[in-house]
């Protein structure tokens, strides 16, 4: 499995370790990636998504999973994600 957020598509970095004496190494960045259940509100049903611990705070800050996937664009997203917010912005449509 691919470290890469399903929410905002964040993936590891690259780098260099600096030693004293100058000398470079190349190293990875990984994010921190949780495991988590986020609920729908549209929906009312959970959804388990690996997203970054900045993510799911971007998550919160937006106000929920459906206000957050359905201002994403899909390239960030995953495939999962994707589903959801198809899913969601037809139960929106049907709503309105």
């Known amino acids: 499995m691919s470290r890469i957020c399903e929410?905002?598509?964040?993936?590891?970095m690259v780098g260099n370790n600096v030693s004293h004496a100058n000398n470079?190494?190349?190293?990875?960045?990984l994010p921190n990636?949780?495991?988590v259940t986020l609920l729908s509100d549209a929906l009312e049903q959970g959804?388990?998504?690996?997203?970054s611990a900045s993510g799911l705070r971007s998550v919160e800050h937006v106000g929920g999973l459906d206000n957050w996937l359905l201002k994403t664009?899909?390239?960030?997203?995953?495939?999962n994600a994707r589903k959801v917010?198809?899913?969601v912005s037809k139960k929106?449509?049907?709503?309105?």
């Open 7 to 12: 929410l905002t598509g964040k993936g590891r």
């Open 24 to 29: 470079k190494t190349k190293r990875t960045f």
């Open 33 to 35: 990636l949780q495991n």
């Open 47 to 51: 959804f388990k998504f690996r997203v």
């Open 73 to 79: 664009s899909d390239e960030k997203l995953s495939t």
């Open 85 to 87: 917010k198809k899913a």
């Open 92 to 96: 929106q449509a049907a709503a309105a």
